[in-house]
C-alpha cells in the first residue's frame, strides 16, 4: 500500500521528497488517530488522510512560494538549479516476475508504464486523485468519494474525464490498446 501511496503523492507534489514525507505523516497520524479502531477501517481513513496531507502540502507551498517570491531577486542563477525526480528510478521490476519474460516485451511494457504515468501526472488534479483511487488503489465510488470529499456523481465524472483524457494522450503517443 505504501507504494501506492506514494505514487499517488508524487504524482501530486512532484517532488520524491515530499511525497515521502507526506505518506509518513499520514501513516502517523493514521496510527496515533485511529490505531485503536478497528483495522478494517483503516484503509479508507488513511486514504482520507492522505488527501489532506496532499492538500495541506499545496496550501503551505502556495504560501511558501508567494513569500520566496520576494526574496527570489537575492539568489544568484546557479542556485536555481534543481534536480528533477526520475519516473523510472523509482520503478522497480520484480526479477521474478520477469524471468521468463523476452527482453524486448519487458522494455516495451516499462516503456508503456513509462508513458502512462508521465499522461497521468498531466491530469488535472482531482482527475488524476479519482484516477488514481478507482483504478491504482481499487476503492469503489462511495470509498472513493468519501477520501477526496466529493460526491460520488463528481468521482464518477473525474474519472470518465481522465481516462478518456488518458485513452486520447496514449492514441497521440501510438498507443493503441487494441493492438495488444
Not at 509518513?24 to 488513511?46: H, V
Not at 499545496?58 to 534543481?82: C, I, L, T
Not at 474519472?159 to 483524457?165: F, G, H, I, K
Request: charged letters at 30%.
Amino acid at each position: 500500500m505504501e507504494k501506492r501511496a506514494f505514487k499517488r503523492a508524487h504524482f501530486a507534489t512532484q517532488n520524491a521528497d515530499s511525497a515521502l514525507d507526506i505518506v509518513q505523516d499520514s501513516m502517523i497520524r493514521l496510527a496515533e488517530s485511529y490505531g485503536s479502531r478497528d483495522a478494517a477501517q483503516w484503509p479508507m481513513l488513511f486514504q482520507r488522510i492522505l488527501t489532506n496531507a496532499i492538500l495541506d502540502w499545496h496550501r503551505r507551498q502556495k504560501v511558501r512560494a508567494g513569500w520566496m517570491s520576494n526574496m527570489s531577486d537575492f539568489r544568484g542563477s546557479d542556485e536555481d538549479s534543481e534536480v528533477d525526480f526520475d519516473l523510472l528510478e523509482s520503478l522497480r521490476v520484480d526479477d521474478a516476475s520477469g524471468q521468463g519474460e523476452a527482453a524486448d516485451r519487458r522494455l516495451e511494457r516499462m516503456q508503456t508504464l513509462e508513458m502512462l504515468e508521465q499522461e497521468i501526472a498531466r491530469l488535472p488534479e482531482r482527475q488524476r486523485e479519482a484516477f488514481l483511487l478507482r483504478y491504482w488503489e481499487g476503492l469503489d465510488v462511495a470509498e472513493t468519494a468519501q477520501a477526496m470529499g466529493c460526491s460520488e456523481g463528481s468521482v464518477k465524472t473525474h474519472c470518465s474525464r481522465a481516462t478518456q483524457t488518458l485513452a486520447k494522450a496514449l492514441r497521440a503517443r501510438g498507443l493503441d490498446h487494441e493492438n495488444r
